[in-house]
Antibody, heavy 124, light 108 residues
Framework: QVQLQESGPGLVKPSETLSLTCTVS????????WSWIRQAPGKGLEWIGY???????NYNPSLKSRVTMSVDTSKSQFSLRLSSVTAADTAVYYC??????????????????WGKGTTVTVSS | EIVLTQSPGTLSLFPGERATLSCRAS???????LAWYQQKPGQAPRLLIY???SRATGIPDRFSGSASGTDFTLTISRLEPEDFAVYYC?????????FGQGTKVGIK
């Protein structure tokens, strides 16, 4: 059974870079999309972006200038970096697996497995 | 950008009652790319429905999804105590992917 586990610092200072890693266990990292989603306290879900196992990525335009995602298939891990953070980036960050629907090209259809989430607080 | 608007914001029902949750898209969304998630306090979202009407693995058949144009509906036929939660619709056809703001199903 596939499991995802987020890891990284729970506290980041303003203007610094948030770095999180998601480790995939019990299944292959290939042939799937891998997403990051966040949820600010008391708020709804916000899609941050995804990365394909090949390394192709797509980011939310609202965060695009600050986001970088990467994937390490040898370690079954994918990562998120969010630069120049502010208090508005305080949230629970989730990683999730995206199932592919082939329609001429691979497209992320839905996210079927999620990590438990990790809380990141931006504060000095 | 596709905006998903969920209604109502809050639904107060008794166990055993039927729940009908709505999600309206601001523009066309292929049914293949519309999903519903359930989230309980302190937990990650859980996939319920994908492709607008297909139940995910292990999801009871009291959960069903349907679509009509840009309107999508999640129906819970008879609410069980464990069904009281927040429900989100989500589209992954057009970037940026988007979620509805959520519907909270609470116990009356």
């Amino acid at each position: 059974q596939v499991q995802l586990q987020e890891s990284g610092p729970g506290l980041v200072k303003p203007s610094e870079t948030l770095s999180l890693t998601c480790t995939v266990s019990g299944g292959s990292i290939s042939s799937y999309y891998w997403s990051w989603i966040r949820q600010a306290p008391g708020k709804g879900l916000e899609w941050i972006g995804y990365i394909y196992h090949s390394g192709r990525a797509n980011y939310n335009p609202s965060l695009k200038s600050r986001v970088t995602m990467s994937v390490d298939t040898s370690k079954s891990q994918f990562s998120l970096r969010l630069s120049s953070v502010t208090a508005a980036d305080t949230a629970v960050y989730y990683c999730a697996r995206g199932v592919v629907l082939w329609s001429g090209e691979p497209h992320l259809q839905y996210m079927d497995v999620w990590g438990k989430g990790t809380t990141v607080t931006v504060s000095s | 950008e596709i905006v998903l608007t969920q209604s109502p914001g809050t639904l107060s029902l008794f166990p055993g009652e039927r729940a009908t949750l709505s999600c309206r898209a601001s523009q066309s969304v292929s049914i293949s790319y519309l999903a519903w998630y359930q989230q309980k306090p302190g937990q990650a979202p859980r996939l319920l429905i994908y492709g607008a009407s297909s139940r995910a693995t292990g999801i009871p058949d009291r959960f069903s999804g349907s679509a009509s144009g840009t309107d999508f509906t999640l129906t819970i036929s008879r609410l069980e105590p464990e069904d009281f939660a927040v429900y989100y619709c989500h589209q992954s056809r057009s970037s940026p992917f988007s979620f509805g703001q959520g519907t909270k199903v609470g116990i009356k």
